[in-house]
């Protein structure tokens, strides 16, 4: 089952209201996509915490067989 950019956009959204978030479909089958999540509170934070908090932030969506997102390539960073 196919995942729409906005609806990405939206779950990030929800735990990241000021972020600034740019999402790509990357194949154009609703199943690939990169994001960019650029938000402040990840300040002080390393790749790794930054992106655990960004896929908790996916509520499921990734989760094996039964997630409707199949591949995010991710880019998380503070704002400079």
Do not use: C, W
Not at 1 to 23: G, W, Y
Not at 34 to 45: L, M, N, R, Y
């Amino acid at each position: 089952m196919a995942i729409q950019a906005k609806d990405i956009e939206d779950l990030i959204r929800s735990s990241f209201p000021d972020a600034k978030i740019t999402i790509t479909d990357l194949a154009g089958d609703g199943n690939h996509y990169a994001a960019e999540v650029i938000d402040a509170s990840f300040k002080g934070q390393n790749r790794v915490q930054q992106q655990r908090a960004v896929y908790a932030a996916l509520k499921g969506k990734m989760d094996g067989n039964n997630g409707e997102l199949h591949a995010l390539a991710l880019t998380t960073k503070a704002p400079e």
